[in-house]
T-cell receptor
């Protein structure tokens, strides 16, 4: 069965610092992986996705993620964080049954300090 | 192109009442998914529908919950005889085709049961 682990519940970084949010997944076949961002009281916005091909994926807002099959990881990175990046970040993996539902991690809350 | 629309954005019900949540997918999207997000948790899949068909309802509670996506009109998630534990944010997502397509999320309906 699929599962997603986001080991960091809450991360605080200074504005301008680099960021890495961890995501580990459990999946039987080639995973379909996503990162979404949720601002308070809002819905989820897609940051980036990995289906196949190049393991380094570029997304919106300057984010990128790297798929590492050997580590079952899909960590999200940004070289320089902006105050507007403060939000909740969710990693998700696509279903192996073909029914298309996503399995989400519990999220990482990012706080950005000036 | 308007995004996924959900209404109402906030819904307050007393225990025992019915809650009806509506979701209009993005134009051209024929696949709809419903997820529930409990406080401090990630999203949990509930049901996946195509027009006039429930494809996967493995995440739906066995009682009181139902969903439909009629030929015309929005998808409806219906919760009968609500209880306090139903208080959550309910998100709808849509995609133009099945797996492994990207799901686009609406802003959610926040249900509060008094």
């Amino acid at each position: 069965a699929q599962s997603v682990t986001q080991p960091d519940i809450h991360i605080t970084v200074s504005e301008g610092a680099s960021l890495e949010l961890r995501c580990n997944y459990s999946y039987g076949a080639t995973p379909y992986l996503f990162w979404y961002v949720q601002s308070p009281g809002q819905g989820l916005q897609l940051l980036l996705k990995y289906f196949s091909g190049d393991t380094l994926v570029q997304g919106i807002k300057g984010f990128e993620a790297e798929f590492k099959r050997s580590q079952s990881s899909f960590n999200l990175r940004k070289p320089s964080v902006h105050w507007s990046d403060a939000a909740e970040y969710f990693c998700a993996v696509g279903s192996e049954t073909g029914a298309n539902n996503l399995f989400f991690g519990t999220g990482t809350r990012l706080t950005v300090i000036p | 192109n308007a995004g996924v629309m959900q209404n109402p954005r906030h819904l307050v019900r007393r225990r025992g009442q019915e809650a009806r949540l509506r979701c209009s997918p993005m134009k051209g999207h024929s696949h709809v998914y419903w997820y529930r997000q409990l406080p401090e948790e990630g999203l949990k899949f509930m049901v996946y529908l195509q027009k006039e068909n429930i494809i996967d309802e493995s995440g739906m509670p066995k009682e009181r919950f139902s969903a439909e996506f009629p030929k015309e009109g929005p998808s409806i998630l219906r919760i009968q005889q609500v209880v306090r534990g139903d208080s959550a944010a309910y998100f709808c997502a849509s995609s133009p085709q099945g797996a492994p397509d990207t799901q686009y999320f609406g802003p959610g309906t926040r249900l509060t049961v008094l």
